[in-house]
């Protein structure tokens, strides 16, 4: 694939918000600003007054210190996307809410959403992400998955706000893998999917949920292939799971960016990428044989990884 100003692949971050703070993830920004890469990152706009056992260590944008952090890293040309309204699950007014304070604090709707841990306002979560009978049976018994269901596409249901997605939100992360190019996993994204009409583009990413994760995916010989191939690389994961300590970088991850940044890359926001492989791919509906290519290949990537 050819991309803008001759450039031969694609990357970009796309950072998760959990346990993310401006002491924490402040250097991992300046370090990527410095290496000329513009990424993406997701909020959570509104406070959590009901408390949260797991994620209680991210800050949101109601702290003001954090929030200017972000307005800043925007006026950047960093992306501020959607991670739900809140770390824990969120009725459909406190979603509506969260919605508006993005627009309200940054000019805009957030363009891209993705879903978090078992909020139950997730949007086609859990098992909903297969259409395979046989997938979802498989699923339910990966380390890890949970018997929750996620009622943010149920119009019946007191989380709903489908409606909104679809009206707001361009793109919505479905699949993650353990490798670089997606082209190779996902070539048609980002794509639609038949019987989810509340999400108007699917996309797939890398998977590194921490700063070990990360520096073990980006190797040089896999960043060298993902160069030759043309390909497109969007790595999900959370910039303040260890990436930074005492006002640093991680040493290696910071020699991962250094190395990036010398190649010929197109270093963007997310949501930039997928504007564009819209226009060069359309943008259809999956195929049967594709979508049910692409939930076997996340299930193996995930079997893998549990043995």
């Given amino acids: 694939?050819?991309?803008?100003?001759?450039?031969?692949?694609?990357?970009?971050?796309?950072?998760?918000?959990?346990?993310?703070?401006?002491?924490?993830?402040?250097?991992?920004?300046?370090?990527?600003?410095?290496?000329?890469?513009?990424?993406?990152?997701?909020?959570?706009?509104?406070?959590?007054?009901?408390?949260?056992?797991?994620?209680?260590?991210?800050?949101?944008?109601?702290?003001?210190?954090?929030?200017?952090?972000?307005?800043?890293?925007?006026?950047?040309?960093?992306?501020?996307?959607?991670?739900?309204?809140?770390?824990?699950?969120?009725?459909?007014?406190?979603?509506?809410?969260?919605?508006?304070?993005?627009?309200?604090?940054?000019?805009?709707?957030?363009?891209?959403?993705?879903?978090?841990?078992?909020?139950?306002?997730?949007?086609?979560?859990?098992?909903?992400?297969?259409?395979?009978?046989?997938?979802?049976?498989?699923?339910?018994?990966?380390?890890?998955?949970?018997?929750?269901?996620?009622?943010?596409?149920?119009?019946?249901?007191?989380?709903?706000?489908?409606?909104?997605?679809?009206?707001?939100?361009?793109?919505?992360?479905?699949?993650?893998f353990r490798r670089l190019n997606m082209l190779e996993m996902n070539p048609e994204m980002p794509y639609r999917m038949r019987g989810t009409k509340y999400v108007n583009f699917w996309f797939s990413t890398s998977d590194a949920p921490d700063v070990k994760a990360f520096n073990r995916l980006l190797t040089r010989e896999r960043m060298d292939k993902l160069e030759r191939d043309g390909g497109v690389c969007i790595v999900s994961t959370h910039l303040g799971k260890g990436f930074a300590a005492d006002g640093k970088i991680d040493h290696e991850t910071g020699e991962i960016l250094r190395y990036l940044s010398r190649k010929s890359g197109w270093f963007v926001p997310v949501s930039e990428i997928l504007d564009y492989l819209r226009r060069k791919q359309t943008g259809s509906e999956l195929s049967g044989f594709a979508r049910l290519k692409l939930e076997y290949l996340y299930i193996l990537d995930k079997l893998h990884l549990a043995l």
Wanted: glycine content about 8%; hydrophobic content about 35%; overall charge neutral.
């Fill in 1 to 176: 694939m050819e991309f803008p100003n001759g450039k031969r692949f694609a990357f970009s971050i796309l950072d998760d918000t959990d346990d993310s703070t401006v002491a924490n993830v402040e250097p991992v920004y300046n370090a990527l600003a410095d290496a000329g890469m513009r990424t993406t990152k997701t909020v959570w706009p509104m406070s959590c007054p009901e408390g949260s056992r797991l994620f209680f260590a991210g800050e949101t944008l109601e702290n003001m210190a954090y929030l200017k952090f972000v307005q800043e890293l925007a006026a950047q040309g960093f992306e501020i996307a959607s991670h739900g309204a809140t770390m824990e699950s969120s009725l459909r007014e406190r979603t509506r809410r969260g919605l508006e304070f993005i627009k309200k604090e940054f000019g805009a709707y957030p363009r891209l959403y993705c879903n978090h841990g078992f909020n139950r306002e997730n949007l086609y979560w859990g098992s909903k992400r297969f259409q395979s009978p046989l997938l979802r049976k498989l699923f339910a018994c990966l380390p890890g998955s949970r018997s929750v269901t996620y009622h943010g596409d149920d119009e019946s249901s007191p989380y709903f706000w489908g409606d909104l997605a679809v009206a707001h939100i361009q793109y919505v992360r479905n699949f993650t």
